[in-house]
């Protein structure tokens, strides 16, 4: 990611969007799952270890669910960015300037068009290492369509250097 990131949105910014509602099925499966094996064996122990397990399950559901809800995809005069993070030590913003971009992709399968939840990639022309790779993302497609729509208005206006 490009070092000197801007940690808010400036200018006019235009927001793609964030996760789809199929992000959250792992998560609530997976507490769908883990309540019963791990809250009924605590229960029989003891009521108030079966409580604190309760307590610390709801709560790691809950911090899953504010984390992908964390995720704000948007473009500026600068680049593209994607925001998360929930705690203030893993909240900030990663993204590529447009004069690095290479291309946004996103990857259709048939469940990705049914649920119009798709994976995206936007691809940094000199590294691997500094790409958005986001899955589960709303209109992933029409998001593409907007950054390279965008990208290739800045290069036919020789906005980029």
């Known amino acids: ?5 801007a940690p808010a949105m400036t200018g006019s910014v235009t927001r793609l969007g964030g996760k789809s509602w199929t992000a959250y099925v792992g ?18 122990a003891h009521w108030a270890v079966g409580l ?7 709560a790691w559901v809950v911090y899953k669910v504010l984390t992908l809800r964390s995720f704000r995809l948007y473009y500026d005069d600068v680049g593209v960015w994607v925001y998360s993070g929930v705690l203030p030590w893993n909240r900030g913003v990663a993204g590529v300037k447009w004069r690095d971009l290479d291309e946004a992709v996103y990857f259709q399968t048939f469940w990705s068009w049914l649920f119009k ?28 369509m907007a950054i390279n729509g965008r990208h290739h208005e800045m290069v036919r206006g020789q906005a980029l250097g």
């Open 1 to 5: 990611m490009d070092q000197d990131n």
């Open 27 to 44: 998560t609530v499966l997976l507490a769908l799952v883990l309540l019963p094996i791990a809250v009924w064996p605590a229960w029989q």
């Open 52 to 58: 604190g397990v309760l307590a610390l399950v709801l």
């Open 117 to 144: 939840s798709y994976r995206m990639r936007i691809a940094h022309r000199f590294t691997k290492s500094s790409e958005i790779v986001l899955s589960h993302m709303a209109h992933g497609n029409e998001s593409v």
